[in-house]
T-cell receptor, first 113, second 108 residues
């Protein structure tokens, strides 16, 4: 088990609503990356935060935004939810502003109705 | 943009048979990582390969990185039921791009 925790574990929202997902990184890690994993697919990179600054972004629209706090925990916010946003959202912590070994949390399963 | 393709999508093997999954990138990679995701679980890091032509072994698992640093493979010898899961490669260039995975089923 990694020391990465995520909350909530499951969430159901309706189209157009907004959602906030939370992640606590493993002790000693200062980088958090967020991924979206649709059923039967590999994780898709959303963005990475390093020392409270966005350090890279994948091909996701601006309604996906994030924050990293001084204790290196992080939030993922998604506005104006769409049906296609239904997925498993994974956060992963790592050391340094790079893409080294990713320690994944258990994920948040988001369902948009 | 960078694309990472992985084949096969599914593989069913009898326990004791070998298994191989292949990963190909559209661009040259800085490194490649491999992850395993058990059903209902999250990806777990297996290994990272950095050098051209690198080969690494972990017990029954053998990982290779191609000479051109655009392809990689994972080979499992004599599969066991504990090997069940989806194996992902993830290629690093500017970011980490995951392949779509190979779902391995091992029949007892």
């Amino acid at each position: 088990e990694t020391g990465v925790t995520q909350s909530p574990t499951h969430l159901i929202k309706t189209r157009g609503q907004q959602v906030t997902l939370r992640c606590s990184s493993q002790s000693g890690h200062n980088t958090v990356s967020w991924y979206q994993q649709a059923l039967g697919q590999g994780p898709q990179f959303i963005f990475q935060y390093y020392r409270e600054e966005e350090n890279g972004r994948g091909n996701f629209p601006p309604r996906f935004s994030g924050l990293q706090f001084p204790n290196y925990s992080s939030e993922l916010n998604v506005n104006a939810l769409e049906l296609d946003d239904s997925a498993l959202y994974l956060c992963a912590s790592s050391k340094g502003a790079s893409y080294n070994e990713q320690f994944f949390g258990p994920g948040t399963r988001l369902t948009v109705l | 943009g960078q694309q990472v393709m992985q084949i096969p999508q599914y593989q069913h093997v009898q326990e004791g048979e070998d298994f191989t999954t292949y990963c190909n990138s559209s661009t040259t990679l800085s490194n490649i990582q491999w992850y395993k995701q058990r059903p209902g679980g999250h990806p777990v890091f297996l290994i990272q390969l950095v050098k051209s032509g690198e080969v690494k072994k972990q017990k029954r698992l053998t990982f290779q990185f191609g000479e051109a640093k655009k392809n990689s493979s994972l080979h499992i010898t004599a599969t066991q039921t504990t090997d069940v899961g989806t194996y992902f490669c993830a290629g690093r260039r500017r970011q980490l791009t995951f392949g779509s995975g190979t779902q391995l089923t091992v029949l007892p």
